[in-house]
């Protein structure tokens, strides 16, 4: 499957974005989608998964109650709602496909779009 994130960009504290992240193919739904981000010089983290049928969600606790995961099979869409934004939300965000056992772990997943940036100035 192919992934192509969008919707990044510069935002002040305390704003808000949604990314998105579309894939081909039509397998999307057989997925466990999740998100990460990378900021600089640091290791790729976990954000948030959400299982195939949207049932279950995984958040970092970093990101509990300000992110909200969701997905639309109809459109093999996953979105990536973030509100309350920090300067250190700041990173390259990529969304992934897979993560079956262990959503919370980036080895877990098999495919990878090229990432959106997202700016959060102070």
């Known amino acids: 499957v192919q992934l192509q994130a969008s919707g990044g960009g510069l935002v002040q504290a305390g704003g808000s974005l949604r990314l998105s992240c579309a894939a081909a193919?039509?397998?999307?739904?057989?997925?466990?989608m999740g998100w990460f981000r990378q900021a600089p010089g640091k290791e790729r983290e976990f954000v948030a998964a959400?299982?195939?049928?949207?049932?279950?969600?995984w958040y970092a606790e970093s990101n509990k109650g300000r992110f909200t995961i969701s997905r639309d099979n109809a459109k093999n869409t996953v979105y990536l709602q973030m509100n309350s934004l920090k300067p250190e939300d700041t990173a390259v965000y990529y969304c992934a496909a897979g993560g079956f056992w262990y959503p919370r772990n980036r080895d877990e997943y098999d495919y990878w779009g090229q990432g959106t940036k997202v700016t959060v100035s102070s």
């Open positions: 959400i299982s195939r049928n949207g049932v279950n969600t």
């Open positions: 193919g039509r397998t999307f739904s057989t997925y466990v």
